[in-house]
Nanobody
Framework: VQLAESGGGSVEAGGSLRLSCTWS?????????MGWYRQAPDLQRDLIAA????????NYEDSVRGRFILSRDNSKNTLYLQMNNLRPQDTGRYYC???????????WGQGTQVTVSS
């Protein structure tokens, strides 16, 4: 499975961006849970939003809850992250992650950079 992120960029504080992650490959139908991770410079990669495959249950990290909206369109093999009211501390590289239905395989995209200026 290949994951391709897009939609990053530079915005001022208070602005919005929408990230997309499209998955493809011969095992694309096996993709189950998915999520977005954020990695700021010199910090670890943290999960900020996740969606389960079957129930569509969504969870957010506290710092983004109420500002970010995660959604998924299985007909387009695309995961979205709508980011509103962005803050400078949201700056980082955002990575798409997927786990297959067996939970045996995990996939990562290359990431897309988000920079928020004050």
């Amino acid at each position: 499975v290949q994951l391709a992120e897009s939609g990053g960029g530079s915005v001022e504080a208070g602005g919005s961006l929408r990230l997309s992650c499209t998955w493809s490959g011969s095992a694309a139908d096996s993709v189950d849970a998915m999520g977005w991770y954020r990695q700021a410079p010199d910090l670890q990669r943290d999960l900020i939003a996740a969606i389960s495959g079957r129930s569509g249950w969504i969870n957010y990290e506290d710092s983004v809850r109420g500002r970010f909206i995660l959604s998924r369109d299985n007909s387009k093999n695309t995961l979205y992250l709508q980011m509103n009211n962005l803050r400078p501390q949201d700056t980082g590289r955002y990575y798409c992650n997927a786990i297959d239905s067996t939970a045996q395989n995990e996939y990562w995209g290359q990431g897309t950079q988000v920079t928020v200026s004050s």
